[in-house]
């Protein structure tokens, strides 16, 4: 059996990874940037001695507990795929992927457990100096963990520091691979993103019960120190992006190629950039078209007079250069998820700059008619992290490892009736996770502070005061 339903086993087993990936990449930017903005509010109480700061970071870190518990299980499975779907892949890249994934374990299982739970049931049991140190070592565990993996990832897009032997890669230069420019691309523009998914979760919070008066003093800190995260993660995103864009065309033209439509190598001696275009893979040109002239060359060059290679000269190239066959990737989804992912971070700064603004004119307590829009902003960064993984992953196929290894070459010769029902059973258990998840964040959220003589639309969180304090 070769197919079920239509769909080969590389269908499925493509599909199974990019969706467990996505439903584990609701918590990983989420934790990266909340336990930043815990530490940060930490230190505030710990400066201050204010008692309200103190039981405002322990209602954030119930918040933070929450979606880690819940984040780490979904994590495991993606390193099981690697040898159950992915085995022609595991065995050419295993040399080389084993050291980033075994130093991202014991960041994550290991420094981050370890130390946040010492943070939190040894607030009374050890000094305070240790408590915040505790916080702060989670905070770097989260950023260390997520960088191992995005040099692994970033090494299937731009490989360095290797060479084959026996048709398999073996590192020759670790230092090449940690330093791998495309890795620390990734890594400003992810982690920028991670800031922006915690800061618009706080913010969101923050605003919800300062619009109700509740805790105003407590809550004006952490809508403070959520904003100014904001606006470093939003900026940070906008630029580290442009700087990816950038690097893609020399080293995954084909990628840049698909992110703007571009099917044939413009004439004259400059770029147009497309608004809106409706891509076909089948006649490999645009359906329809809205394009800016001289655009395209400022954002891949920074000058208006370069220009890019099109899709259909870059197809020509790689079947020159690799052999017979499509070497071009779905170009419809990764053109219009580039785009939902630019406009959302578009979106971020300017919601950010407003507030930023409001800020100056001493209204930051008072959330004003933006009020709605802010409680629904978490959703954005989610949305736009998601559309940038699509862009990115699908727009370097047919490749798993860039001008090295085929996805079609690395799959597992799996029974696809086996794969579809693992990726049922994942789908189930992964969307159960997350509704979890948001289901006691935002019921922990909405009750707010611990605040026993005032009545809560929820069960609220336990109160964190330590007893000296409130004695």
């Given at each position: 059996?070769?197919?079920?339903?239509?769909?080969?086993?590389?269908d499925?087993?493509r599909?199974?990874?990019a969706?467990?990936s996505?439903?584990?990449?609701?918590?990983?930017p989420f934790t990266?940037?909340f336990?930043?903005i815990?530490?940060?509010?930490q230190?505030?109480?710990?400066?201050?001695?204010?008692?309200?700061?103190?039981?405002?970071?322990r209602?954030?870190?119930h918040?933070?507990?929450?979606?880690?518990?819940?984040?780490?299980?979904t994590?495991?499975v993606?390193e099981?795929?690697?040898?159950?779907n992915?085995?022609?892949?595991?065995?050419?890249?295993?040399?080389?992927?084993?050291i980033?994934?075994?130093?991202?374990?014991?960041?994550?299982f290991?420094?981050?457990?370890?130390?946040?739970?010492?943070?939190?049931?040894g607030?009374?049991?050890?000094?305070a100096?240790?408590?915040?140190?505790?916080?702060?070592?989670?905070?770097?565990?989260?950023?260390i963990?997520?960088?191992?993996?995005?040099?692994?990832?970033?090494?299937?897009?731009?490989?360095?520091?290797?060479?084959?032997?026996?048709?398999?890669a073996?590192?020759?230069?670790?230092?090449?691979?940690?330093?791998?420019?495309?890795?620390l691309?990734?890594?400003?523009?992810?982690?920028?993103?991670?800031?922006?998914?915690?800061a618009?979760?706080?913010l969101?919070?923050?605003?919800?019960?300062?619009r109700r008066?509740?805790?105003?003093?407590?809550f004006r800190?952490?809508?403070?120190?959520?904003?100014?995260?904001a606006?470093?993660?939003?900026?940070?995103?906008?630029?580290?992006?442009?700087?990816?864009?950038?690097?893609?065309?020399?080293?995954?033209?084909?990628?840049?190629?698909?992110?703007?439509?571009?099917?044939?190598?413009p004439?004259?001696?400059?770029?147009?950039?497309?608004?809106?275009?409706?891509?076909?893979?089948?006649?490999?040109?645009?359906?329809?078209?809205l394009?800016?002239?001289?655009?395209?060359?400022f954002?891949?060059?920074?000058?208006?007079?370069?220009k890019?290679?099109?899709?259909?000269?870059?197809?020509k190239e790689?079947?020159?250069?690799?052999?017979?066959?499509n070497?071009?990737p779905?170009?419809?989804?990764?053109?219009?998820?580039?785009?939902?992912?630019?406009?959302?971070?578009?979106?971020?700064?300017?919601?950010?700059?407003?507030y930023?603004?409001?800020?100056?004119?001493?209204?930051?307590?008072?959330?004003?008619?933006?009020?709605?829009?802010?409680?629904a902003?978490?959703?954005?960064?989610?949305?736009a992290?998601?559309?940038g993984?699509?862009?990115?992953?699908?727009?370097?196929?047919p490749?798993?490892?860039?001008?090295?290894?085929r996805?079609?070459?690395?799959?597992?010769?799996?029974?696809?009736?086996?794969?579809l029902?693992?990726?049922?059973?994942f789908?189930?258990v992964y969307?159960?996770?997350?509704?979890?998840?948001?289901?006691?964040?935002?019921?922990?959220?909405?009750?707010?502070?611990?605040?026993?003589?005032v009545?809560?639309p929820?069960?609220?969180?336990?109160?964190?005061?330590p007893?000296?304090?409130?004695?």
């Open positions: 059996m070769n197919e079920i339903l239509g769909f080969s086993t590389l499925l087993s599909f199974q990874f969706t467990t996505i439903f584990h990449y609701f918590f990983v990266v940037g336990a930043l815990i530490a940060v509010l230190t505030l109480a710990y400066r201050s001695g204010d008692p309200k700061l103190e039981n405002l970071t209602f954030f870190g918040l933070f507990f929450i979606n880690f518990a819940v984040g780490v299980v994590g495991i993606q099981f795929q690697f040898g159950m992915w085995q022609g892949f595991s065995n050419f890249v295993g040399n080389i992927f084993g980033p994934l075994a130093l991202e374990v014991l960041m994550a290991f420094l981050e457990s370890t130390f946040l739970g010492l943070w939190w049931f607030k009374d049991r050890i000094p100096w240790a408590s915040l140190a505790s916080i702060w070592i989670v905070a770097a565990g989260t950023t963990s997520a960088f191992w993996i995005i040099i692994a990832n970033a090494w299937m897009q731009h490989p360095v520091g290797f060479e084959i032997k026996n048709g398999r073996v590192m020759t230069d670790a230092w090449a691979i940690v330093t791998n420019p495309k890795g691309e990734w890594f400003a523009h992810i982690w920028a993103g991670s800031l922006t998914v915690a618009f979760f706080v969101a919070v923050s605003a919800y019960h300062l008066r509740a805790n105003v003093e407590a800190v952490s809508f403070r120190v959520a904003l100014i995260t606006l470093i993660g939003s900026g940070g995103v906008i630029l580290a992006g442009h700087e990816q864009g950038q690097s893609a065309v020399r080293d995954q033209p084909m990628k840049y190629a698909a992110f703007s439509a571009l099917w044939d190598t004439d004259g001696n400059q770029m147009p950039e497309s608004l809106i275009a409706l891509p076909s893979n089948a006649a490999r040109e645009n359906r329809f078209e394009s800016v002239p001289y655009v395209g060359s954002l891949a060059f920074n000058n208006f007079t370069e890019a290679k099109g899709i259909n000269d870059l197809q790689y079947e020159a250069k690799y052999g017979p066959g070497y071009t779905w170009v419809w989804p990764v053109y219009w998820s580039f785009r939902v992912m630019v406009g959302l971070g578009f979106l971020m700064l300017l919601v950010t700059l407003v930023v603004w409001r800020w100056r004119q001493g209204k930051l307590d008072d959330p004003g008619r933006l009020y709605p829009l802010l409680l902003m978490p959703l954005a960064p989610h949305l992290n998601f559309s993984w699509i862009a990115t992953e699908m727009g370097r196929q490749w798993i490892v860039q001008g090295l290894l996805t079609g070459d690395a799959v597992s010769q799996l029974n696809p009736l086996w794969v029902l693992s990726l049922a059973a789908w189930v969307l159960t996770l997350i509704g979890l998840d948001v289901f006691l964040l935002t019921r922990t959220a909405r009750a707010g502070m611990h605040e026993p003589d009545e809560t929820s069960v609220p969180a336990p109160d964190y005061v007893e000296g304090a409130r004695a």
